[in-house]
């Protein structure tokens, strides 16, 4: 090796010792401004609610805010896009949803502006939430059974709507659907507030979504739950059978919503973000606050995340072929 030779891979080293430290200065001291949290999602829904839940103790455990940012449109991909061309440095996350990430990678194909298993880096899942189904308190019916009665007894005449197409509600809906024979017609709307306000006000029969929107309808009596998509009954509401028990063994959906990092971001703020969610997660009032709304957390683990998203995407797959379940 020539003298410089010598001089120029001692520079080298040099150079890579000095990006080491500064690159582990940087995980230390993250994070140094403000994080956003992009919804993908209308506020009003099971999203926000998580989402809002998570961000204000994450804020308080790092000595950041934590901001949550709804940016809805295209069944959550608009949201969902902008995160996957956001610089990977920890700043800007998404709140990844069973829609975004398991479902619309195959009703879009390769429309979809992202890659849902290439453009991000799981840190966590936050939550399951169960799937409930409503009646307005004007329909005649108290539980499945006789809102399934009621339904065939009219075949197309009852209606549900739901946040959007391809929403959780759509799909836990049509999944219903495929399960009971029943034919009830599809209204989308545009997010789970909209959609509240109709079934409210009588102009929608039914409907499906995650239990935390719905648990203060449901405790005035606004709305009447018939049937949770869970294999055992939700604590929130012990009264309200499963779809299973109700007579339809082997149903179940939910809704889940975990946070993600845009592809390539350092792994040790990955980390850092991993650990801090598992802990917020296993805080008294995290989990106060989801117990209230009929939620269940998460583990706050990486890998057990990305395992969850490829197993979700083969088990949504399957009912969206089998109910032939489109964007139309």
Known sequence: MTFFQKIILKCALFCAAGMGVIGGVSAQSYPSKPVRIVVPFAPGGSSEIVARAVAQKLSEQLGQQFIVDNKPGAAGNIGTAEVAKSDPDGYTLILGHVGTFAVNPILFGAKLPYDANKDFAPIGLLAKVPSVFVVGAKVPANNLKEFIALAKSSPGKMNYGSAGNASSGHLSFEYLKLATGMDVQHIPYKGTGPQ??????????????????????????????????????????????TVAEQGYPGFETSQWYGLLAPAKTPPAVLAKLSEEVGRALRSADVKAKFDADGAGGGSGIASDFAAFIKAEQKRWGDVVSRAQITLD
Request: proline fraction near 7%.
């Open 196 to 241: 509240l306000q109709d079934l409210l006000g009588g102009r929608t029969d039914a409907a499906s979504a995650g239990a935390p929107p719905l648990m203060a309808h449901i405790k005035s009596g606004a709305v009447k739950a018939i049937a949770v998509g869970t294999t055992s009954r939700v604590a929130a509401l012990p009264g309200v059978g």
